[in-house]
């Protein structure tokens, strides 16, 4: 909502304060001031200022009221005038090109000069000619021989609008030689209304937010005295059908108006609210919603008539399933039965509360208006401005439920100025039919309600002095403050929501930082705790701590995207999502199922910057389940490495590049991490994203807890991957902490020193590595402490379709120190079992 | 016999003197050699004693014994400094060009984001909160409607909401329906949690909107809660995210779920409060919205709002984030260049 100071002016008195007191202390009730727009008036000078400030000062030297006295033909150019001007010291001459001074060239001195806005030389304004608001110097120039170093100004130039067709023509009482700041310097303040505060996009409701923050009265405007009934009902009838829509609706006339423009300050008003000027009646209407929040709609009563054929009558009702509408801005609407219309006893008339039909809209050649002040169902309005996507400075009011009271005040105050400024005739006697009277809600409050929520016990009669300007009620008996809710605000409830509702209007006028700031006390709760925020912290210091990189990943992708990790990237992957009614584009349709889709494009889009990544991510995916109304959210953990495994540098030692077994390796570091290392890597062909002979199923026990491997060729080409392998895991952090919920237990250390040896075995090249390990920890009995894999070969010297596995032995006793004799036993029985079970042999050194 | 006195103590004192002049082990070895090898005169004479006199022999072996241990004594203390002097030296040619750059080493980090994360759970964590999660795919019902947002409502505008396509089910659009499901959970017990996570809201991405993003709301539910344990509250967090010289006000404002309801400003970091480019030249910096919990969500969690009273918060991890580290476009965060992440 854009509030020019001059406006608020009208109903509060604001003198002592300056535009950054102005600004705070409506930011400091809770209607954030979102820019200051300087219009003329200077930027306050302070140490600090706390609004944010932009527009053109007018400084008072510079920019004066002048008067035109006569307009002449350029002599060297058609389109440029030359106009005598009185700026109130002296005459001069001014060039311009308006156009809207030309009509007087020749008609020689001027019997009503034309009051306008001066500008002198050096003064800095916005440049005319250039789109949107471009600061440029006044300076001295010759157009066509003439000299020129001043200015009759336009409302572009001077920040008023965007209007640059012609100057501006001042009011015809306007002061010559007085600065133009004076005579209508304004500031623009930018508000942000809150969905509840919707009877503030008003610049009444704000200069009553005001009144009761600063303690000063409110001037109420003064509209038409108006009688309900008599001579009103001979000219239009009004049937109201469905009250639950249209709880009220008022109807007034105005005869003989004039479609003449509206005085300038009108104008200037509307602009600076951000509203166009078209001429006295139109502007009228929308100055008195600007003014009280009621959005107001006028018809052309002969037009109404000529329909009706005689005395028209008015019908509200919801629209037939298939009736059709044109509103004024030309759309054509196929209406439903859900829809809210006002009609006549032909067809429809208008959108009720949202648009005015193109019909039987008032235009130039008006000649009575029959205006509508009415209230709206503020669901169905929003309904019906969802429905057909359309939106007008009535439907934003509607739509935030404006109380019906509002309507009586509106009509007053919009008749009398349609009288006053379009040269027209009001009847005094209006129709008004409120068949669903809005009753204002009752609520008490005493002291200690107020210190319970707020921790600060607000003297009731400070309490009571705050809701009286705020246009509440209120009685105050035995240290009980009763408080009816004034007729113009639907957001105060009853009961003990009311309560609430009340001390929120006491305490933001009282002042949010008058209340103490305190720190909590009292009984903690129970403690449930989270084990998976633990779990996932520990998983993340993990793997941040063998070296890799932590990243964030969006939930949003698209099911092509995620079909990419299989080979050939089919359209569809025949699985079911969590599918976006309303995307955003069509590259986030879904919510994620897949971790390692997300990490293929990180890696993808990272591959080129550096030489190697070390990725991993902790977050959910989503998978919809049958009969259930929302989908599981299992957490991922997904890890993804390509290139080098660290920096070059300059050392001889070269880094190698990431392979199948880093993966594994850093896995292990993981599960070792965690204290849960009987995690088997079962060889799976059966992972369609990985290559067939180098991935793994990770399983604990029959549990699957999650798959890794390096990515197969077929997908691989689905990216744009630099050279290199790309080796991922995805783990299911669910499965994987239902695993570690046990705490671990920690070995004593034997002072006993260690025996190592090597032992180097050849055994068929199927034989899986793990198998081999496994039976040497069962020969080797309690003793043997460690197996450690120092070595694999495989070739001739061993023979074709062999391995030989050479490994570190670690023995040590508790009690003792081992001799060679134990060893050798120790060792025997490992090579015997080994020799026995799968057949192999010890390699000779 | 007096003559062979004076020929040892003379070879003593060139001896000694040859030796001050030596610098390497080889020309000691050399020197060893002449003065104390088979045939120096000191070894010599010591080959000769039978054929001296009775009288003579003990006043002969008495000094040559003395110049051997006076020699031997010169000479190691003349190889410590000369093994000092040739270590020294080969030390000089073993100098490293220190200012060379040292072999990289593979560091890990955790995303910005979840730093953030862990210093709000830790400082919500002293004051005694709970971390309590709920899902990020929510029903409308808890995202909205018991949070006093009941359909067509006009406060409905303020959440641009993605929907599923399943009816009355959509993507929470801030982490408040935790609010429910803690409050349904801890009932009839008091209530101090902090509800992180990510939601998701249709917005059109740029530097400072994203679709996805991470918040944390706190919920305190109990008897005597107040407005000015919220203003205590919010003070103690931002002065310890922030640096103990932020100030925070609370300015009014309106959220369906809290009553009354307050927008949570700092003052701005950059500039002190002074006003820059960053805070508009305002001094402050909008960090979230709280307020008392609106009595028709306490009711919604079980709670009866005629005797327990509770505030909340909701805060943007993300724009937590963007303070802390200055870092000018939202985008970054999940874009995951590793050229961003690698300056943690
Ligand atoms: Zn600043």
């Not at chain 1, 039909?357 to 669901?379: D, P």
């Not at chain 1, 509702?501 to 006028?509: A, D, G, K, M």
């Not at chain 1, 199923?697 to 744009?720: K, S, W």
């Not at chain 2, 969500?297 to 909340?312: H, K, M, R, T």
């Amino acid at each position: 909502m854009k509030a020019p100071l001059s406006w608020i002016l009208d109903y509060v008195d604001l003198q002592g304060l300056s535009l950054e007191e102005i600004g705070q202390t409506l930011t400091m009730i809770g209607l954030e001031v979102e820019e200051i727009t300087l219009v003329g008036l200077e930027k306050p000078q302070a140490e600090r200022l706390q609004n944010k400030y932009s527009g053109l000062p007018w400084p008072k030297d510079k920019f004066v009221v002048a008067e035109v006295l006569e307009v002449r033909q350029h002599p060297n150019a058609d389109k440029l005038t030359l106009c005598q001007l009185n700026d109130g010291t002296a005459e001069i001459i001014v060039l311009t090109g308006a156009p809207n001074l030309y009509p007087y060239v020749g008609k020689g001195r001027l019997e009503k000069p034309i009051k306008v806005a001066y500008v002198r030389e050096g003064a800095q304004l916005y440049d005319g000619h250039q789109p949107g608001q471009v600061l440029t110097k006044l300076k001295k120039a010759t157009i066509r021989g003439i000299d020129s170093s001043s200015m009759i100004a336009s409302e572009k130039e001077l920040g008023i609008s965007e209007e640059h067709e012609g100057v501006i023509f001042l009011d015809d009482d306007a002061p010559v030689g007085m600065p133009l700041a004076d005579y209508m310097g304004d500031a623009v303040f930018e508000v942000a209304i809150l969905p509840n505060m919707a009877r503030d996009a008003s610049v009444l409701g704000i200069a009553r937010e005001l009144s009761a923050a600063l303690g000063r009265p409110l001037r109420m405007p003064e509209g038409l005295e108006i009688r309900i009934g008599g001579e009103i009902e001979q000219k239009v009838g009004l049937q109201i059908r469905e009250p639950e829509l249209n709880p009220r609706f008022m109807l007034g006339l105005v005869e003989q108006v004039k479609a003449v423009p509206s005085p300038y300050w009108v104008r200037r008003r509307l602009a600076l609210a951000g509203m166009r000027p078209i001429d006295a009646l139109v502007d009228a209407t929308n100055y008195t919603m600007l003014e009280t929040g009621e959005p107001l709609h006028a018809f052309d009563y002969d037009l109404l008539c000529k329909r009706a054929g005689g005395k028209p009558t008015i019908i509200t009702r919801r629209a037939e399933d298939g009736e059709t509408l044109t509103t004024l801005d030309g759309a054509n609407y196929k209406l439903t039965t859900e829809t809210e219309l006002v009609s006549d006893t032909k067809g429809p008339l208008s959108l009720a509360g949202v648009m005015g039909g193109e019909e039987s809209g008032i235009s130039h050649r008006t000649n009575s208006v029959l205006l509508e002040a009415a209230s709206w169902n503020f669901i169905n309005i929003r309904k019906t401005t969802s429905r057909y996507r359309i939106t007008s400075e009535a439907s934003y009011r509607f739509s935030r439920d404006v109380h019906p009271a509002l309507a009586e005040l509106a009509l007053s105050l919009c008749l009398r100025r349609m009288q006053d400024w379009a040269e027209g005739s009001a009847l005094e006697d209006v129709i008004d039919h409120y068949p669903l009277k809005r009753e204002d809600t009752q609520n008490t409050l005493t002291e200690s309600d107020m210190e319970r929520l707020l921790g600060l016990r607000i003297p009731i009669e400070e309490a009571k002095s705050i809701l009286e300007r705020l246009g509440f009620t209120c009685e105050l008996q035995d240290g009980v403050l009763s408080a009816v809710t004034p007729s113009n605000r639907t957001d105060i409830e009853s009961g003990f929501v009311g309560k609430s509702n009340l001390i929120e209007e006491i305490s933001r006028i009282y002042g949010y930082d008058r209340i103490p700031t305190t720190r909590l006390s009292g009984e903690l709760p129970p403690q449930l705790g989270d084990r998976r925020v633990g779990f996932e912290e520990t998983v993340r210091d993990t793997l941040v701590s063998i070296g890799l990189q932590d990243t964030l990943a969006y939930r949003l992708t698209s099911v092509q995207r995620e079909a990419r990790i299989l080979p050939g990237a089919p359209a569809e992957n025949g699985l079911e999502y969590v599918r976006i009614a309303n995307p955003i584009s069509p590259e986030r349709t879904v919510m994620r199922r897949s971790g390692l889709a997300t990490m293929f494009e990180l890696i993808e889009r990272n591959d080129r910057n550096v030489d190697g990544l070390s990725f991993f991510e902790i977050g959910p995916v989503f998978f919809p389940v049958e009969g259930q109304q929302l989908p599981d959210e299992p957490h991922r953990l997904t890890i993804g490495l390509w290139g080098k495994k660290r920096e070059t540098g300059w050392s001889a030692e070269k880094p190698g590049e990431y392979g199948f077994f880093d993966l594994k390796g850093i896995l292990e570091a993981l599960f070792q991490g965690l204290h849960h290392e009987s995690i088997v890597f079962d060889p799976s062909r059966e992972i369609p994203t990985f290559h067939p002979g180098k991935s793994a199923r990770l399983m604990a026990g029959e549990i699957e807890i999650g798959v890794m491997g390096e990515v197969h060729p077929l997908v691989r080409q689905n990216y744009d991957f630099m050279e290199n392998p790309v080796l991922a895991a995805e783990l299911y952090l669910d499965q994987m902490m239902a695993l570690v919920d046990k705490g671990f237990k920690v070995n004593s250390i034997s002072s006993f020193p260690a025996m190592v040896e090597d032992i180097a075995l050849i055994v068929d090249d199927d034989i899986p590595a793990r198998r081999v390990e496994e039976l040497i920890w069962r020969a080797g009995g309690k003793l043997l402490k460690n197996v450690a894999l120092f070595d694999l070969f495989r070739g001739e010297k061993i023979g074709a379709g062999k391995k030989s596995l050479a490994y570190q032995l670690t023995y040590q006793a508790f009690d003792r120190t081992l001799s060679v004799a134990d060893a050798a036993a120790i060792r025997k029985k490992i090579v015997k079992t080994l020799a026995y079970e799968i057949g192999a042999v010890l390699r000779d050194s | 016999m007096i003559e062979l006195e004076t020929q040892l103590q003379n070879e003593q004192q060139v001896a000694l003197e040859n030796l001050q002049q030596l610098e390497s082990p080889e020309a000691l070895d050399a020197w060893k050699q002449t003065y104390l090898g088979k045939a120096s005169l000191v070894m010599t004479t010591y080959g000769k004693m039978g054929t001296f006199s009775k009288e003579e022999r003990p006043i002969i072996g008495r000094a040559v014994n003395a110049i051997k241990l006076a020699l031997e004594a010169a000479l190691s203390e003349k190889e410590v400094l000369v093994k000092r002097d040739a270590l020294l030296k080969t030390m000089e040619s073993e100098r490293l060009d220190v200012t060379l750059p040292g072999f990289p080493v593979k560091r890990g980090r955790m995303h910005p984001v979840n730093l953030s994360l862990r210093e709000i759970y830790r400082i919500f964590g002293d004051m005694g909160f709970q971390v309590y999660n709920s899902p990020e795919v929510e029903t409308d019902d808890m995202n909205f409607t018991y949070l006093n947002i009941p359909p067509y409502h006009p406060a409905r505008d303020m959440w641009d909401t993605f929907y599923t396509e399943k009816e009355g089910v959509v993507l929470r659009t801030h982490t408040s329906p935790g609010q429910i499901h803690a409050m349904r959970e801890y009932f009839p017990n008091p209530v101090r949690v902090i509800l992180p996570g990510a939601c998701m809201r249709y917005e059109q991405q740029d530097q400072s909107h994203e679709i996805e993003f991470m918040q944390f709301e706190l919920l305190v539910v109990d008897k005597g809660i107040t407005f000015a344990n919220l203003k205590g509250t919010m003070d103690d967090f931002t002065k310890r995210m922030f640096g103990a010289g932020a100030y925070t006000r609370l300015r009014p404002s309106h959220f369906p779920f809290t009553e009354p309801s307050a927008e949570l400003d700092m003052s701005c970091i950059f500039c002190g409060g002074q006003g820059c480019g960053v805070c508009h030249g305002t001094g402050w910096i909008e960090l979230g919205g709280c307020g008392m919990v609106h009595p028709y969500v306490l009711q919604n969690g079980g709670y009866d709002p005629e005797i327990y009273s509770g505030f909340a918060a909701g805060v943007g991890i993300d724009r937590t984030t963007l303070l802390r580290y200055q870092i000018d476009d939202i985008r970054y965060l999940r874009n995951n260049d590793i050229r961003f992440l690698e300056q943690f």
